[in-house]
């Protein structure tokens, strides 16, 4: 079975967040989607259970998501992305109006935002989809949509491994070409960020070995080689 044939799925980029008691979190989801257009829309989100953004949803029943824009860059998203909000105040330096649901919105980057409430959950193993009514909307800005194609072709980011999309490449077997004089690409175990040794125009092997991750400072040993993105 060939796993890249994924790659082929389009997502978009969304915020999304919660919260229970006066504690917040948000999450970056790649899989959100409208799935009836009844009276009343219907969307889902899936959601890792590892991320505290999903011990918030349990609790309040509430989502809101913001729809990210193309001038999202990777220091704005790896808040969101690459930590918890179990340690880090995730309101502390971006832009955010508080919901009608009493749940913070983040505005900054953001093209629109729905205010939900859920009203199912379906346990796919490391995941919950939450399936969630449209209580309310709200238009931001008329930005260009950050699709995740733009994310990790464009902007050079990657997926956490709780991402509902990650896969794992030793665990699966790719067949990562070695020794090869080709220009390579070499993503971060920890955050995903991607190295592209072709814009940077120096070969991975060839950084010191004192080089880490511009995005969460880890070092070059947690880096391994990307397979092919094309089929
Ligand atoms: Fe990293």
Redesign the pocket.
């Given at each position: 079975m060939d796993l890249t044939t994924l790659f082929k799925i389009s997502y978009g980029v969304y915020i999304v967040g919660s919260s229970w008691n006066d504690n917040y979190s948000a999450c970056i989801a790649t899989t959100v989607m409208q799935v009836t257009s009844e009276d009343v829309p219907k969307l889902i989100a899936v959601i890792n259970k590892q991320n505290y953004t999903h011990e918030l949803i349990s609790k309040s029943k509430r989502v809101n998501i913001s729809v990210l824009s193309q001038n999202s860059n990777l220091d704005f998203i790896a808040k969101f992305g690459f930590q918890s909000g179990r340690t880090s105040n995730k309101l502390s330096s971006v832009l955010y109006e508080i919901g009608n649901n009493n749940i913070p919105i983040i505005t900054e980057n953001a093209i629109c935002a729905y205010e939900t409430s859920v009203i199912n959950e379906i346990d796919v193993g490391t995941h919950t989809i939450f399936v969630l009514l449209l209580e309310n909307t709200k238009k931001i800005s008329y930005d260009n949509v950050l699709t995740y194609d733009y994310y990790h072709n464009v902007i050079k980011g990657g997926v956490p491994k709780t991402a509902a999309t990650y896969i794992n490449q030793e665990k699966h077997k790719f067949n990562v070409s070695k020794g090869d004089d080709k220009m390579n690409r070499y993503r971060?175990k920890?955050?995903?960020?991607i190295y592209d040794e072709e814009k940077e125009g120096v070969k991975f092997e060839d950084l010191p070995d004192d080089w880490v991750?511009p995005?969460?400072k880890?070092p070059k040993t947690?880096f391994e080689k990307e397979i092919e993105n094309e089929l």
């Open positions: 971060c920890i955050c995903g960020y991750c995005l969460c880890t947690n």
